[in-house]
């Protein structure tokens, strides 16, 4: 049985007209800027060029290492300082508009952002997915999707907008919050996570989103995380999925240089076009070529295959053997993806004993081909299933709720 919290009201959030909430505009977040975008702010609201190097690494390190969300916490900086601070920038989280944790301890956040400019507040869906020994924490990069792959839920959505690098790290932020990931405010100035060990290990870039039509805010985001001197992920640990922007493939191993991931799904043109639209830009021949280029490449530094298992559609062993053949030469694991179906979709799951010969092939011909174990599937955190149906769902409540209300006055 899963559980869900509701955080926030509906009633709240609808009666927050536009000018209201163009009255409420935030200030501007210090989070997820470069040291030289900080160093320029600070220099913005006055503070002496002589102090800006120190000032910068004082922040980084209450934001990054420490967790902190409110200045009055960066207790090594003058009163004076942190109140000049707080009147210009913030360094708040998102609201958390809805958890829900899934019978197996998947965790789905509904986080909202506030409004930018003319435009409204926006909510995405950020997963983290507790493993042995690992926590993964799946992150979103847009608001909708603009790919519509036709066997995606959140492809079904039209993109809304970029998620900013701040938004982009805010998720993670947010995230070991929650799952109490920053060290405590107590602890010793050089502990850097909890007596425990650190509960998000890894960062997979596979929420809602193509991670490389938002590159650079997502290469901005990356470099935080993987900052040695901030949150510390080693960029080993960091894996961006790609429905293949090819140009941008080429881009990510020269610039950012975290793992590669690419949602391939079929290994014919004609399937691929219609399974993922993109294809029809960046054919078969020009994304594999991309990838054996793909800086780095051994076999401790692969590129996983994402493969969705689709009934009598991509699963037959015609189809595994051109996938070895496809990918021959090619640091990769392969990663086989049962089908997480939703309403509306026309497609199946393959068969379990058909994803099993499909696995045994793959793997006798040298490829890790482990079969993902859904997760969250009762919460709708599994692939693919991110977000429009969490809305429905809460609409759906609300109206329930709003009839019970009624029907309550009619009895009084």
């Known amino acids: 049985m899963s559980i869900s919290f509701d955080l926030t009201t509906h009633a709240a959030r609808d009666a927050l007209g536009a000018t209201a909430r163009a009255s409420l505009a935030p200030k501007p977040s210090l989070i997820g800027l470069t040291r030289a975008g900080m160093g320029e702010a600070l220099a913005g609201i006055g503070v002496p060029q002589r102090q800006i190097k120190m000032r910068v690494a004082q922040l980084w390190h209450w934001l990054y290492v420490r967790g902190v969300a409110d200045f009055a916490d960066m207790l090594n900086i003058s009163k004076d300082m942190r109140a000049l601070l707080e009147r210009h920038f913030s360094i708040g989280r998102p609201e958390i508009v809805d958890e829900q944790i899934s019978n197996d301890g998947t965790r789905k956040w509904l986080f909202r952002f506030p409004a930018r400019g003319a435009g409204r507040p926006v909510e995405i869906e950020t997963v983290y997915i507790p493993e042995e020994g690992r926590g993964t924490l799946c992150v979103s990069s847009q608001v909708g999707c603009t790919l519509t ?209 499909f696995a045994d092939y793959v793997n006798n011909a040298g490829y890790a081909s482990p079969i993902r174990t859904p997760r969250g599937r009762d919460i709708l955190a599994a692939c693919g299933q991110l977000k429009s149906e969490s809305e429905r769902m809460r609409k759906t409540d609300r109206l329930a709720l709003e009839a019970m209300m009624i029907a309550g006055h009619g009895e009084e």
């Open 149 to 357: 792959c036709s066997f995606c839920h959140t492809g079904t959505q039209k993109l809304v907008r970029n998620l900013t690098a701040e938004e982009i790290l805010a998720q993670l932020m947010a995230a070991r919050d929650r799952l109490g990931d920053f060290p405590d405010k107590n602890t010793p100035d050089g502990a850097i996570v909890p007596a425990e060990g650190r509960k998000v290990t890894n960062v997979v870039m596979m929420g809602m989103g193509e991670p490389l039509y938002n590159f650079e805010e997502v290469k901005k985001a990356l470099l935080i995380a993987s900052d040695g001197d901030g949150l510390s992920l080693s960029k080993r640990r960091i894996t961006l999925s790609t429905s293949g922007v090819v140009p941008e493939i080429y881009r990510t191993g020269e610039e950012i240089g975290v793992m590669l991931a690419i949602s391939l799904h079929a290994v014919r043109d004609d399937l691929r076009d219609m399974l993922v639209p993109i294809n029809k830009k960046y054919p078969l021949a020009e994304l594999i070529k991309a990838c054996r280029a793909y800086p780095g490449l051994s076999n401790a530094r692969r590129i996983t295959f994402e493969y969705v298992m689709l009934k009598d559609v991509n699963d037959s062993l015609d189809d595994a053997k051109e996938l070895v053949r496809l990918l021959r030469g090619i640091p990769a694991k392969i990663n086989l993806i049962p089908f997480n179906p939703w309403p509306g979709t026309n497609y199946q799951c393959s068969d379990w004993e058909q994803i099993e010969r």
